[in-house]
């Protein structure tokens, strides 16, 4: 097993969660679109998209309209990204991850069934 260790400076909770979303789409091949992984971003590190001041700050934050907000969000649900919990529209908890803190990410490819290639 071959082992890579890379380490780089993140200067905010939003930085850190827009990086592990757009690795987490990379390696699960979910193409999400930058928006995508930022709208993503956002709700973990605020809690909830659920409020009209949330929304507000992400539209000045990204220059994007709540109409499209509206549409990314509707995208996420089908995609099981985004969820309903009690009224509010927040990430699916198996990914929502605390960002405030340091993350540590460990990625395991296996090929076929872990044998050694004998060519």
């Known amino acids: 097993m071959m082992l890579q260790k890379l380490e780089s400076p993140i ?3 939003l930085q ?11 390696i699960n091949s979910l193409k999400l679109t930058p928006r995508e ?3 993503i971003s956002f709700t973990v590190v605020r809690g909830n998209m659920s409020y009209a001041n949330i ?4 539209c000045k934050k990204y220059g994007t309209s709540s ?5 990314i969000i ?5 995609k099981g990204i985004l969820v309903k919990d009690r009224g509010k529209i927040k990430v699916h908890p198996v ?8 993350v540590k990410l460990e990625i395991i490819f296996s090929y076929g069934n872990n044998k050694k290639d004998s060519n």
Do not use: H, P
């Not at 109409?67 to 549409?71: E, K, R, S």
């Not at 509707?74 to 089908?78: A, G, N, P, R, V």
């Open 11 to 13: 200067e905010s909770a």
């Open 16 to 26: 850190l969660a827009e990086r592990y979303y757009g690795i987490i789409s990379a």
């Open 37 to 39: 992984i930022q709208l």
């Open 55 to 58: 929304r507000e700050d992400f």
């Open 67 to 71: 109409a499209t907000i509206n549409n």
């Open 74 to 78: 509707s995208k996420l649900k089908k």
């Open 95 to 102: 990914i929502a991850l605390d960002f405030k803190n340091d």
